[in-house]
T-cell receptor, first 111, second 114 residues
């Protein structure tokens, strides 16, 4: 079936460090790919997306590129801040109602 | 920004009891969803709902589960006879368009079945 596998956490970083969270997918066909983020006490919210191969999604300094050859959608940020502390979820979706999520990766950024 | 509201934030119940989890979606949204996440596992799709009926449901969503939109604002998930394995974080979500990829999620209800 269609699924995503993302890097297990937790991940702890210092401010201004480089962040990478790996995500790979298994799918029949070419899904749209997403990163959602959940800040403490809040609901999941869409961070960025890419709908076809080689697309790059970006938002709030985060980037992820849809790589068909490696079936990956790794999330990166060059210089993290304390406010980036959150749980990050990779997800995929075809033209139907449901998103298929990963287990989430908890990121803690220390000042 | 408008938000999806879920109540309660925590619910503790005894095995075999009925629970109702409540959600208030964003007011102009028409598509509603329930997801859940068992501790340490993936966020799983349960059900989608549109025009007062279920559009799609997963294998998890068996006869013990039901959803309802009792009025113009609330969207509820009922579990008739809870089991230990129903313990999870339950997320409600809504969107304004069919197959919209931008879902707005609530902050979740943590259900603990003892």
């Amino acid at each position: 079936g269609n699924s995503v596998t993302q890097m297990e956490g937790p991940v702890t970083l210092s401010e201004e460090a480089f962040l990478t969270i790996n995500c790979t997918y298994t799918a029949t066909g070419y899904p749209s790919l997403f990163w959602y983020v959940q800040y403490p006490g809040e609901g999941l919210q869409l961070l960025l997306k890419a709908t076809k191969a080689d697309d790059k999604g970006s938002n709030k300094g985060f980037e992820a590129t849809y790589r068909k050859e490696t079936t990956s959608f790794h999330l990166e940020k060059g210089s993290v801040q304390v406010s980036d502390s959150a749980v990050y979820f990779c997800a995929l979706k075809f033209n139907d109602y449901k998103l298929s999520f990963g287990a989430g990766t908890t990121v803690t950024v220390r000042a | 920004e408008p938000e999806v509201t879920q109540t309660p934030s925590h619910q503790v119940t005894q095995m075999g009891q009925e629970v109702i989890l409540r959600c208030v979606p964003i007011s102009n949204h028409l598509y509603f969803y329930w997801y859940r996440q068992i501790l340490g596992q993936k966020v799983e799709f349960l059900v989608s709902f549109y025009n007062n009926e279920i559009s799609e449901k997963s294998e998890i969503f068996d006869d013990q589960f039901s959803v309802e939109r009792p009025d113009g604002s609330n969207f509820t998930l009922k579990i008739r006879s809870t089991k230990l394995e129903d313990s999870a974080m339950y997320f409600c979500a809504s969107s304004d368009r069919e197959a919209n990829e931008k879902l707005f999620f609530g902050s979740g209800t943590q259900l603990s079945v003892l």
